[in-house]
């Protein structure tokens, strides 16, 4: 979320999904590389979409990021292990989401600066 806020939609999509897929295959999780790399590309997709923006907008667009990434990752949880394991799952993607948001809104002014 936070490559996106501060670089784009573009660079987001990419740092997301091809980071969070290699993370995925250097951690042991391998067989979740090819769903990150989609979920977490559209989520930095729609995080960069926030560049530029102030706000509320910025703030609901950061918030539909983080819920398109726990929705993605809904759906092929209930798809490979059951809705029972989706369900479990959901209170730790729901932290990331919201760490995610929080850590974005308040770090790009910052880092804006910055760079």
């Known amino acids: 979320m936070l490559s996106g806020s501060l670089f784009g939609s573009i660079i987001g999509s990419i740092s997301g999904g091809v980071g969070s897929a290699?993370?995925?295959?250097?951690?042991?999780?391998?067989h979740w590389a090819p769903f990150t790399l989609v979920i977490k590309g559209i989520?930095?997709?729609?995080?960069?979409l926030s560049k530029d923006k102030r706000g509320p907008l910025r703030m609901i667009l950061l918030?539909?990021?983080?819920?398109?990434?726990?929705?993605?990752?809904?759906?092929?949880?209930?798809?490979l292990y059951g809705l029972g394991a989706a369900?479990?799952?959901?209170?730790?993607?729901?932290?990331q989401?919201?760490?995610?948001?929080?850590f974005s809104?308040?770090?790009?002014?910052?880092?804006?600066?910055?760079?």
Request: proline letters at 3%; aromatic letters at 10%; charged letters at 10%.
């Open 22 to 30: 290699l993370a995925d295959l250097l951690s042991g999780y391998g």
């Open 43 to 48: 989520e930095g997709y729609i995080a960069g």
């Open 63 to 79: 918030i539909l990021a983080g819920i398109e990434m726990m929705a993605g990752y809904f759906i092929v949880e209930t798809i």
């Open 87 to 95: 369900l479990a799952e959901l209170p730790g993607n729901s932290f």
């Open 97 to 102: 989401a919201a760490a995610g948001i929080l």
């Open 105 to 115: 809104y308040i770090l790009t002014p910052v880092l804006k600066k910055v760079l």
